[in-house]
C-alpha cells in the first residue's frame, strides 16, 4: 500500500489567524501519526504564515515516522534544513502571493540553481525530493540533477471539471511516475487529493506516496484528527 504523508500546515493556518497557542500543529502530527500516517509533511514559507520554526525544531524531536519539510531553494531555508535535519525535504516554487503552492519547480530552466542546493542538502543528510508538473522533461531533469525523490503535482487531476480532462491528467501522472521508477526515483504525488478523488491515484503502482493536507485537516475539524487520517487510509487501502 502507499505510504500516507499528512500535511498540517492549516492547522498552523488556523492557529496564526488568532496569533493563538492552539491549535498546536505538534499535536495534529502525533494524532495523525497515532491513526495511521506514515509521515508528516509541513512547508516553512519565507513569510512564516503557517508553520514557524519551532514548530518544525519540535517535530523533529516529536515525529517518529518520517518528517518531510517543503521549502523554497534558498539559502536562509538551508540553513534551517542544515540545522534541523529532517528526513526529507522538499523543494517547491514560492510565492508570496499564493494561497497554496500553485505548480511545480521549472528544473529545465533552472537546473543550475537547484543542483548545488541538491548536494548542499545531501552532503548533510538530507533526502531531497522535487515538487514538479507532471511533465517527461521535468522527471528527467530531476534525475540529472541527482535528486533522489520526486512528488508530482496532482492539481489538475484534483481540479479536473469533466472525466475527459480528468483522465488525460491522469495519464499524464502514471507517464510521469513510470519514467521517475525507471530511472530510480522516490515517486510520490499531491496537491489537492481528497477523499473522492483520492482512489484512482492510490491505485497506481508506479507511486510511491501521497501527500494530503487541506482535505484532511478540514475533516479532523468535524471527525478529529485521528479519524480523519484512519478516513484516509482506508480509502487508499480500498483503491489497491
Excluded at 496564526?16 to 514559507?45: F, K, W, Y
Amino acid at each position: 500500500m502507499q505510504r500516507l504523508g499528512v500535511n498540517i500546515d492549516h492547522v498552523a493556518t488556523l492557529r496564526q489567524a488568532r496569533r493563538a497557542r492552539n491549535p498546536d500543529p505538534v499535536h495534529a502530527a502525533v494524532l495523525a501519526e497515532l491513526g495511521g500516517a506514515d509521515g508528516i509533511t509541513v512547508h516553512l514559507r519565507a513569510d512564516r504564515r503557517h508553520i514557524q520554526d519551532r514548530d518544525v525544531e519540535i517535530l523533529r524531536q516529536v515525529v517518529k515516522t518520517r518528517l518531510n519539510v517543503e521549502m523554497a531553494a534558498t539559502q536562509e531555508m538551508v540553513r534551517v534544513a542544515l540545522t534541523i535535519k529532517p528526513d526529507q525535504v522538499t523543494l517547491v516554487p514560492e510565492r508570496r502571493e499564493e494561497l497554496a503552492t500553485e505548480g511545480g519547480l521549472d528544473l529545465v530552466l533552472n537546473s543550475a540553481q537547484l543542483r548545488p542546493v541538491v548536494k548542499t542538502l545531501q552532503e548533510g543528510g538530507i533526502c531531497v525530493s522535487l515538487f514538479v508538473d507532471p511533465d517527461l522533461e521535468q522527471v528527467k531533469e530531476a534525475h540529472k540533477i541527482a535528486a533522489q525523490a520526486l512528488e508530482l503535482n496532482a492539481a489538475r487531476y484534483a481540479e479536473a471539471v469533466d472525466e475527459r480532462s480528468r483522465e488525460a491528467a491522469l495519464r499524464k501522472l502514471e507517464d510521469a511516475a513510470r519514467l521517475g521508477r525507471k530511472l530510480n526515483l522516490l515517486v510520490q504525488a499531491g496537491h489537492g487529493l481528497d477523499y473522492h478523488n483520492v482512489s484512482r491515484l492510490a491505485a497506481l503502482p508506479e507511486i510511491g506516496g501521497l501527500d494530503i493536507g487541506h482535505a484532511i485537516v478540514a475533516r479532523a475539524m468535524l471527525v478529529g484528527m485521528e479519524r480523519a487520517v484512519r478516513e484516509m487510509t482506508e480509502a487508499m487501502r480500498r483503491a489497491r
